[in-house]
Nanobody
C-alpha cells in the first residue's frame, strides 16, 4: 500500500491560484496511477483529475482549462495546479493512488487538504 500526504491547501480569493502537492511513499511511485478528488460539505467525493504511469491525464469538466495535474517520479510527488479558482472549488482535496485505475474506490488515500475560495 502507498502512504500519501497532501499539502498546499489554503484560503484564496476567487480568481487566484493554488498548487497542491501529494508526496507518496511505500511503493515504487512510477508504477502507480495517481489522482485528485474533492469533497465539499454535504456532497459526495468527486473526481477532479488523474494521471497514469504513462503521464496520460484526465480531467473532470469542472477542472478542464483551469487545473493541471502533473507528476515528478524523481520526487515521488503528484501536483495539482489550480488557476482561476471559483468559490465552488471550495472543498477538501484528496490525493489517491491505485495500481489499476484511480477512482473513488482506489486503494490508497491521503488525509486531505482544505481549499477555500472566497468570493
Amino acid at each position: 500500500q502507498v502512504q500519501l500526504v497532501e499539502s498546499g491547501g489554503g484560503l484564496v480569493q476567487a480568481g487566484g491560484s493554488l498548487r497542491l502537492s501529494c508526496a507518496a511513499s511505500g511503493r515504487a511511485f512510477s508504477t502507480i496511477h495517481m489522482g485528485w478528488f474533492r469533497q465539499a460539505p454535504g456532497k459526495e467525493r468527486e473526481f477532479v483529475a488523474s494521471i497514469t504511469i504513462w503521464s496520460y491525464t484526465t480531467y473532470a469538466d469542472s477542472a478542464k482549462g483551469r487545473f493541471t495535474i502533473s507528476r515528478d517520479n524523481a520526487k515521488n510527488t503528484v501536483y495539482l495546479q489550480m488557476n482561476s479558482l471559483k468559490p465552488e472549488d471550495t472543498a477538501v482535496y484528496y490525493c489517491a493512488a491505485d495500481r489499476v485505475v484511480v477512482s473513488t474506490r482506489s486503494e490508497s488515500w491521503g488525509q486531505g487538504t482544505q481549499v477555500t475560495v472566497s468570493s
